[in-house]
């Protein structure tokens, strides 16, 4: 069974950062591309940034690159996402989502419940 | 950027009732759309990729259709379980989803 647990939200200042992680089990981990996507109270899904099952290709959408870095360890079948620079606009929960293929640019088959990241002072 | 446009914002159907959800995309996406339901709490769950196949363990009455520009999610007889929030989301350049539809008990 896949399973994808995620870990590091919290309260953080405006301007603070923070390290997501989201830790994968039942599958081969490094065989698929692993994407983050945030939700926000009450709002829709976007997509936040992807990267393949190899971790030599990262993608990011407009709004948090440069501030935004993704990676992964697959010895350890892990997924980062480090957060810098935070805003209030970055309120939200973050899911990692897993693609079908080793590329991203795909749907995501299964997603982990979530890990709510809240900036305020 | 592909823009994903879905409606209505809010659909009301009674329980044993069909559902057709809509989702429209601002250019050509072939059919590469995915449908996802959420519910309150939780992450969401894929029903459908390719616009018309059904994911792993997805009841036979919900159904995807559509090409091109225009996609359709329809739920034949609609269940309590059902009710929730619906998108669709394009992966045939990058990623972007619709804003929703939820879908509510008439």
């Known amino acids: 069974e896949v399973q994808l647990v995620e870990s590091g939200g919290g309260l953080v200042h405006p301007g603070g950062s923070l390290r997501l992680s989201c830790t994968a089990s039942g599958f081969s981990f490094s065989d698929y591309a692993m994407s983050w996507v945030r939700q926000a109270p009450g709002k829709g899904l976007v997509w936040v940034s992807a990267i393949s099952g190899p971790g030599g290709s990262t993608y990011y959408a407009d709004s948090v690159k440069g501030r935004f870095t993704i990676s992964r360890d697959n010895s350890k079948n892990t997924l980062h996402l480090q957060i810098d620079s935070l805003s209030a606009e970055d309120t939200a929960i973050y899911y990692c989502?897993?693609?079908?293929?080793?590329?991203?640019?795909?749907?995501?088959?299964?997603w982990g419940q979530g890990t709510l990241v809240t900036v305020s002072s | 950027e592909i823009v994903m446009t879905q409606s209505p914002a809010t659909l009301s159907v009674s329980p044993g009732e069909r559902a057709t959800l809509s989702c429209r995309a601002s250019q050509n996406i072939w059919k590469n759309l995915a449908w996802y339901q959420q519910k309150p709490g939780q992450a969401p769950r894929l029903l459908i990729y390719?616009?018309?196949t059904r994911a792993t363990g997805i009841p036979a009455r919900f159904s995807g259709s559509g090409s091109g520009t225009d996609f359709t999610l329809t739920i034949s007889s609609l269940q309590s379980e059902d009710f929730a929030v619906y998108y669709c989301q394009q992966y045939n350049n990058w990623y972007t989803f619709g804003h929703g539809t939820k879908l509510e008990i008439k």
């Open positions: 390719g616009a018309s």
């Open positions: 989502a897993k693609e079908v293929a080793p590329a991203a640019g795909d749907y995501f088959d299964h």
